[in-house]
């Protein structure tokens, strides 16, 4: 059930208005609520502050939690899942929702994925299981070895992606 508070109208009474979630064009002025996380929507922030974001169309379906490259095709920027035995899709990136291929995801240039499970806590690196992490490094030639983050518990992984090496 949204909050609701009371507010003086021109009139000297008084109306029961209910808090919005979600920020932009008409919530001027408006009390905000905070969304299901227990957080303010990144709309109600001004720019600069916030999750950095794109909205790219998804080459493939995308799970929520992935990992994923985003890419040049013939000049249109996409998103697919980084996957560590190719050296074209490192992870620069992560998704927090599914998205079925051509959708438009929503990708995260840094910060908590914490909605993934079975994570081993520590180092992380990409893994050649595309879309997921896995705290060994790949060791064969043709991967790529890259650091991703770091595990702070089963479920969370702060992301912060190093350069890939390309293993000979």
């Known amino acids: 059930m949204p909050d609701k508070f009371l507010q003086h109208d021109a009139a000297g ?15 001027a002025n408006k009390i905000p609520a905070l969304d299901l996380s227990g957080r303010l929507d990144q709309t109600m922030m001004p720019t600069g502050i ?15 939690g992935d990992f994923v490259n985003v890419y040049n095709d013939l000049g249109v920027m996409r998103v697919r899942k980084a996957d560590a035995s190719s050296a074209v ?33 520590g180092q992380h690196f990409l893994s050649t299981t595309p879309g997921v992490s896995n705290h060994v490094a790949p060791a064969a030639a043709g991967n790529i070895v890259q650091r991703i983050g770091t595990a702070l518990n089963s479920t969370t992984l702060f992301f912060n992606p190093q350069d ?4 000979a």
């Open 89 to 121: 899709a490192p992870a620069n990136g992560f998704v927090l929702e599914a998205y079925l291929s051509g959708a438009t995801a929503t990708v995260y240039f840094a910060g908590l994925n914490g909605i993934l499970t079975g994570l081993t806590p």
């Open 13 to 27: 009474g008084f109306r029961e208005v209910e808090a919005v979630a979600t920020g932009g064009a008409g919530q």
């Open 50 to 64: 916030g999750a950095e974001t794109a909205a790219l169309p998804a080459f493939g379906a995308l799970a929520a």
């Open 164 to 167: 890939p090496i390309l293993l």
